[in-house]
């Protein structure tokens, strides 16, 4: 009897030890995400000729000969983004944690992973040989890839604030400010830009790579709590 009961503590020990080392691996995934985006973003904008950041958008980089790059940089992006939320998950659970956070970190990344599938539109010069203005007409993937990245967007802003409100309420001011500042520039970028107005899409940049950057930190942040955690 003692030793089943002993077999079984010790199955159910190593259980969590594995269900630990899962989550701590997603986590890892979200941490490298934001990095690996920005980088593979910053290599293409200096090896592709004729894109302007005051005009194009990065998914523009999905277009042309070296396409294949940025598609690569969304699905892999996307597919760390879905890891991490799946990580966030199962750390939420074993304290407490709503699901509302990992679900809308999920739909980021499932808006990524969309957004290699439809293509944007060509525009602003770019791919080179593009007419200098935007394009005349959306056609249907056009219409769905900023469909996808509406959605993603909009996601992950409001992943912002509902981490926001968790920090504050267990008494981490510091990522909850964090939190709620980069929500809350990231919506204002994003809306100035949404507006139709190409002179503010340099200011999207910024909310992008700010929004990118508090992914990595929250899950650097979940990840050193998963080191103390049974899950």
Known sequence: ?????AGREKSAAGGAAAGMAMTRALLVGGVIAGPFYIEVGAIQILIRPGFDMRVNALSQMSLGALGWIQVTNFVVGGLLVLGSAAGMRRLLQATGGGPWGPILVAIYGLGLIAASVFSADPGFGFPPGTPSGP???LSTHGILHFASAGIGFLALIAACLVFARRFSRRGQRGMASYSL??????????????????VFLPGLWVGIFLAWVWLSVLSAQLLSTAASVEV
């Open 1 to 5: 009897m003692e030793l089943a009961t």
């Open 135 to 137: 394009p005349h007409t």
């Open 181 to 198: 500042f980069t929500g809350i520039v990231f919506l204002a970028t994003f809306a100035a830009t949404a507006s139709g107005q190409i």
